[in-house]
């Protein structure tokens, strides 16, 4: 979303208008969920998705043909398995995406956008819909989110008069990776790209650069012995343990535990885990806490590489994201 809002913000300020399509609500086994959108630029070119195939081609000639009547509007794709010959998929499920004009009356609107994308709080992108014509479009803050409806971990859509449509913009929270081997270097790029802040952590000069996780925005040389001297931990963060060792795992979750987070994982063997939680019982760690844990760490698909492993974890704080909130 950063990249969308900084690209959006350049055009506007170039005095151009860009299409924001974007998937309102689906149903049925449609390839894009609501939240998904495609940006289409003055030349034709496009940024983002909604679905690819014929809706994508057919999406992207609506929208240019929005730009040249000025005429923004909503449009159902019926992509049920008896009225799918007309485009040409047998995905089944329907999609409605709308078609908004973003222009420099806007630009306030995507300056807060730029701004929300580097807080640490939640923030949704809001739009009230009346015969297509969009009559508000703002950023709701966690302060300002007075419907629990329709703020919440996923695109909501209201189907009442005005349409009201919100999505999440920002998720409070960072997560944070202790170890910085090969499943860490796997998962940082897989983190960023779905929308979690990364910050890595080791003790280990040569590991912990900005060089080895370009795609982390924070890298800390630290002790894993006293993390609280180079980080808070808040209860919106995501903390995944992945050191060589039980003892350094146990001292990183002996400090973790103590304070309250999103979510916690620890990759390891059931041995090393085993001996970990023992560890943990002996410092006075409630059994609650320690079953709290996520470990072994991700999801069981018989992950074995370290790109695979990262897969798993990612999957598994996918789901505890959307679940949270």
């Known amino acids: 979303m950063k990249n969308l809002t900084e690209h959006l913000i350049q055009a506007v300020e170039r005095g151009e208008r860009v299409v924001l399509c974007t998937i309102l609500a689906s149903s049925g086994s449609s390839p ?25 081609y057919l999406a992207l000639k609506e929208a240019l043909s929005v730009l040249d009547s000025g005429k923004t509007y909503l449009r159902a794709f019926d992509l049920a398995p008896q009225q799918v010959a007309s485009i040409g998929m047998i995905c089944g499920g329907k999609v409605t995406i709308h078609y908004q004009i973003i222009s420099e009356k806007d630009l306030s609107v ?19 819909i ?34 009201r449509y919100a999505e999440p913009l920002q998720r409070a929270g960072r997560t944070y990776i202790f170890g910085g081997g090969h499943v860490g270097q796997a998962l940082v790029p897989v983190l960023a790209k779905i929308g979690f802040r990364v910050t890595v952590f080791d003790t280990r000069e040569q590991i912990a650069t900005k060089e080895h996780f370009p795609m982390a925005e924070e890298v800390i040389l630290g002790d894993y012995n006293d993390i609280y001297a180079k980080v808070k931990l808040t209860e919106n963060d995501f903390v995944v343990i992945m050191t060589p060792g039980h003892q350094s795992d146990f001292a990183l979750l002996e400090q973790v535990l103590r304070n309250k987070t999103r979510y916690v994982g620890c990759i390891g063997s059931r041995h090393k885990i085993a001996k970990t939680q023992a560890m943990l019982r002996e410092a006075g760690i409630s059994e609650e806490r320690i079953a709290s844990v996520h470990s072994p760490i991700g999801l069981q698909i018989l992950a074995e590489t370290p790109d695979e492993i990262a897969i798993s974890i990612a999957a598994e704080m996918i789901q505890c994201r959307a679940e949270s909130l």
């Open 32 to 56: 894009r969920g609501a939240g998904a959108r495609m940006a289409v630029f003055a030349d034709g070119s496009t940024m983002g998705t909604v679905g690819g195939g014929e809706v994508e």
């Open 110 to 128: 995507l300056e807060q956008m730029r701004s929300a994308l580097q807080k640490d709080e939640n923030s949704w992108l809001n739009l009230q």
């Open 130 to 163: 009346r015969d297509g014509v969009v009559e508000d479009f703002r950023v709701v803050t966690q302060q300002e989110a007075d419907d629990p409806s329709l703020y919440t971990s996923r695109a909501v859509l209201k189907k009442e008069e005005p349409l």
